[in-house]
């Protein structure tokens, strides 16, 4: 290759530096973020325009709306939701199968006094018998 040649590719390598360069933005993204209590506020805002835009010209909108928000809210608010409520489903979980397992216990005795019951009733019913046997 040629000096030249050689010159111009490196002319040409620090041109499209220069370029790259200027077009880089070296701002950190996460500084850029919206706000999200701003957006939070903007939302609520714009929620509340339209909730009382919908009571002033038709109030039948207002269960819509109300879903709508909903909709809109659970995607966020669902996965902090199911976060909080897991210690709450275990310990109610662990406290219907300990009242599950003393009713079965309940059962079991109440069972074996019905049980003690018909016996002493099948055994008075023999015993009335042999005598009416024995007295015939």
């Not at 390598?13 to 903007?42: K, M, T, V, Y």
């Not at 909108?61 to 809109?72: K, N, S």
């Not at 059962?107 to 099948?122: K, M, R, S, T």
């Amino acid at each position: 290759m040629s000096s030249t040649k050689i010159e111009r590719e490196e002319h040409m390598l620090h041109a499209a530096r220069e370029a790259s360069d200027a077009g880089f933005d070296e701002s950190d993204p996460i500084d850029e973020a919206p706000d999200d209590q701003g957006e939070i506020i903007a939302t609520a805002a714009t929620i509340a325009v339209v909730a009382v835009g919908a009571v002033i010209f038709e109030a039948a909108l207002l269960p819509g709306i109300a879903l709508g928000v909903a909709a809109t809210l659970a995607p966020r608010v669902l996965p902090s939701i199911g976060a909080a409520m897991a210690p709450m489903f275990r310990s109610t979980v662990r406290g219907a199968y300990k009242l599950g397992q003393r009713t079965r216990e309940a059962v079991a005795e109440a069972q074996e006094h019905v049980n003690d019951i018909v016996a002493e009733a099948n055994a008075e019913d023999r015993a009335k018998a042999a005598k009416v046997a024995s007295a015939a």
